[in-house]
């Protein structure tokens, strides 16, 4: 059986393996051997084809260092131990497949390019985000700069940020992965339990197919909240660290500082704060070159909330608030009251969930960890989610950062109910994407579900003293 520091290392030794991969199939679409048979002009495709061999190398690679001293006696242990790497080959296949510019990325690429240009990357509208994910595709855009003609290819740096882009989303698709098995050993699945159902949960799931299809950074979010969930009870100030990558990429992440504040978790709030100067000091060299973020507060302040909210793809409760009124035709200034107590709704259904975690009544025997560390585990994965509740954008492919939650709900009532946790996951990772009222909302209801479902008064009668 692997133990967890055995996970650790090997998965540690698959990403330098990885990441040298990654290398590997730039240096191979730069040279002129008779065994790599390109396109003559060298098409991006023929980039991505390198880098799935390259990457599938050490995939195999991977697999073989880390089975050719185990046992695996039963079909049961080759399973588990094989799963993985086979779901990795998939991942693997759909980035490929998805290896070509989406909407999304020409708005983030346009961002890069009015930085380099020396413009303001928020005048349009359209990129929406803090400035540390543009300012670092700008950095290996520089090193593309660098390393084309160092490897005598005439070809624009702009393919070397893509690829690398790619090849991080597909990193940080895998490093979820791996922490969501560490996440579920933790709150108390066996290994084959733990294998099988997070590998259900992140092959048949449409969120991860539509951040990969759009090019989108949502893996660095999931990753920097799975962090911070597994960290917190032994190791709190890497837990709030590993927030602070997530939050300056997309601000999600840093809902969680909510919970850690009022629980006065003051040495993870110490990880968040040191590693947020860490980046701005790197960022803006030392506080010299603070334009980026002064455009990017001055277009987050004024930022049109009703910008995408029309549409039916964007599941937000204030997309589904405007177009219900709409459709009732009440007056325009109708939607800013309704909006107004739903979210106020939301907040304090927030607050009494907080009051009745801290104050329930469970049985230690029956839960796979202490008590504190339980409870606190429940507050973080409420707030983990909420900004899909509060934001005036939510759109499909956000939807992975309610795996953690999912994972939850699965293990503490997934026997008990088995029924309602499976139509509650199926609405928020299997429902296709589609544009019909009020249908396009069933993925925001399943989410609301798993919340009720994970509820303290339902966990506390799940795992509460035997009367």
Request: proline share 4%; charged share 15%.
């Amino acid at each position: 059986m692997i133990t967890l520091p055995q996970r650790s290392i090997n998965f540690f030794r698959f990403s330098v393996l990885y990441w040298l991969a990654v290398l590997a199939g730039v240096f191979l679409w730069s040279r002129e051997w008779d065994v790599v048979r390109l396109a003559s002009t060298k098409q991006e495709e023929d980039l991505f084809g390198l880098f799935g061999f390259c990457v599938s190398c050490a995939i195999a690679f991977s697999a073989y260092l880390d089975f050719k001293k185990q046992s695996l006696i039963s079909m049961k242990k080759v399973v588990i131990a094989n799963l993985p790497y086979l779901v990795f080959l998939i991942f693997l296949t759909y980035t490929i497949e998805f290896g070509r510019h989406s909407w999304d990325y020409t708005q983030y690429e346009a961002a890069f390019r009015a930085i380099v240009a020396g413009d303001n990357p928020y005048l349009s509208n359209r990129y929406l985000y803090p400035p540390l994910f543009a300012d670092l595709m700008v950095f290996v855009f520089r090193i593309g700069l660098r390393l084309f003609p160092l490897l005598g290819l005439g070809k624009s740096a702009w393919i070397f940020v893509f690829y690398v882009h790619q090849s991080s989303i597909l990193f940080f698709l895998m490093t979820s992965y791996y922490l969501s098995m560490r996440f579920v050993s933790q709150i108390g699945a066996d290994d084959a339990t733990g294998t099988f159902l997070v590998s259900v949960l992140y092959l048949f799931n449409v969120p991860i197919l539509r951040t990969l299809s759009f090019n989108q950074v949502n893996f660095y979010v999931l990753a920097s909240v799975l962090g911070a969930l597994l960290f917190l009870r032994s190791h709190p100030f890497l837990a709030g660290l590993s927030l602070v990558p997530g939050g300056f990429i997309k601000l999600y992440s840093f809902a969680l500082c909510i919970p850690l504040l009022i629980l006065k978790k003051w040495r993870a709030l110490s990880g968040v704060l040191a590693g947020s100067i860490l980046i701005l000091l790197i960022e803006t060299n030392f506080f010299r070159t603070l334009q980026l973020w002064g455009q990017f507060i001055r277009f987050y302040l004024f930022f049109p909330v009703e910008q995408e909210s029309s549409l039916f793809r964007n599941t937000s409760p204030m997309s589904f608030l405007r177009n219900s009124l709409e459709f009732l035709d009440t007056p325009d200034w109708l939607l800013g009251s309704v909006l107004g107590v739903v979210l106020m709704v939301i907040l304090i259904w927030y607050a009494v969930r907080y009051f009745q975690r801290e104050n329930m009544a469970v049985s230690v025997e029956k839960i796979p960890m202490e008590l504190t560390s339980f409870r606190d585990l429940g507050h973080l994965l409420d707030f983990s989610v909420l900004t899909l509740l509060i934001t005036p954008s939510a759109w499909e492919h956000h939807y992975v950062i309610a795996i953690p939650l999912a994972i939850w709900v699965v293990v503490l009532r997934g026997r008990d109910i088995p029924w309602h946790v499976l139509l509650a996951c199926s609405l928020v990772f299997l429902l296709p994407v589609y544009n019909v009222y009020p249908f396009s909302y069933l993925r925001l209801a399943g989410l609301i579900w798993l919340l009720i479902l994970a509820s303290p008064k339902r966990i506390e009668t799940r795992f509460g003293f035997e009367s």
